[in-house]
Structure formats: structure tokens, C-alpha cells
């Protein structure tokens, strides 16, 4: 079975017509029968040094093409900066056990297939927290904690919320 439509964000294909290159057994397609020529550092194949090296990375790692567009809006952002980028997994490691994440556990639960599509599976996955955990981390959030009023009622005859305003 083929498929000729895509998802992905890259096609621009729209009322192209594709040609085939053959070179020696190998079928190249391309939207262009003739092939760049660039005369950088790159080589005669990448318009850039950055180019090159984001088509190897890309290909080396197999890096779908939704997570590619996330870095690209990450190196593109006036506020990145390269010299900041960690050079270490481990540094980005323990960024990640320094933040105030809460731990979550994971069950089964069982389907009622009745009345539900064919393909349905008869156990789904579910995730939950402690909500212990989760107000204790919001009690001790030092963002937050000077924000929140831990005083005596105040009855007020027009109801408000505290964080509309002063009481």
C-alpha cells in the first residue's frame, strides 16, 4: 500500500513535479534536475558551514522533523546564546535533579471495551501525583510563599478573590 500524502511540515511539494537523477545504479529525486553548486568552506553540496553541520547532526542522531523545529526556534531566539549552551549531559542532568519536579506513579486501568472502537486496548495508562507532595511544593516555592496569606478570615460583603487586589 502507498501513500502519497504526508504530515510533515517540509513538503512543499504542492504542484511540483519530481525528477529522477540517476547516477551509476543509485535513483536520487529531487525538485530540481540540477543539483547546487555551492563554493564555500561547505563544500559544493551545503550553502553553509551551519547548514553542513546541522544536516549531519540531524542525520547522524535521526532527529524527527517536529523535534528539528524545536531547536531551530531555540538557536533562532534573540535571547539564545551559544556560549551559554552546557557542553555536558551531566550539567543538563543536574539541572534537571535540581528542579522542584514532582515524582508521579503510573497504573493500569482496566477498559470497558462495550460500546468502544475495535482497536481499543483493554488497559490504558494512568498517572497521578500526591497532591501532599504537590501543596508542599507550593508551600515551599519561595516564589510563591511570600504571595500567600495565611492570616485570619476576612469577611468582606462584596466576595473577592486575594489575588484581585488588596482585602
Known amino acids: 500500500m502507498s501513500d502519497n500524502s504526508s504530515n510533515s511540515d517540509d513538503d512543499n511539494t504542492d504542484g511540483v513535479n519530481f525528477t529522477q537523477i540517476t547516477s551509476d545504479s543509485k535513483k536520487y529525486y529531487d525538485v530540481d534536475s540540477i543539483l547546487p553548486g555551492y563554493t564555500d568552506d561547505s563544500g559544493p553540496y551545503f550553502p553553509s558551514l551551519t547548514a553542513m553541520w546541522m544536516f549531519i ?5 535521526s532527529i524527527g522533523t517536529h523535534a528539528y523545529h524545536e531547536l531551530v526556534k531555540i538557536i533562532c531566539h534573540p535571547k539564545f546564546k551559544a556560549d551559554e549552551v552546557p557542553y555536558s549531559v551531566t550539567t543538563l542532568k543536574k539541572i534537571h535533579k535540581g528542579l ?7 497504573k493500569f486501568v482496566l477498559i470497558d471495551l462495550k460500546n468502544t472502537p475495535s482497536k481499543t486496548l483493554p ?7 500526591s497532591i501532599k507532595n504537590h501543596i508542599s511544593r507550593i508551600i515551599n516555592n519561595p516564589t510563591l510563599m511570600p504571595k500567600m496569606y495565611f492570616g485570619p478570615g476576612v469577611e468582606k460583603k462584596e466576595r473577592i478573590e486575594i489575588w484581585h487586589g488588596d482585602l
Do not use: D
Not at 547532526?57 to 542522531?61: G, I, L, Q, R
Not at 522542584?100 to 503510573?106: A, D, E
Open 123 to 129: 488497559l490504558k495508562e494512568t498517572y497521578n501525583f
Open 57 to 61: 547532526w540531524f542525520t547522524k542522531n
Open 100 to 106: 522542584p519536579l514532582l515524582p508521579f506513579t503510573g
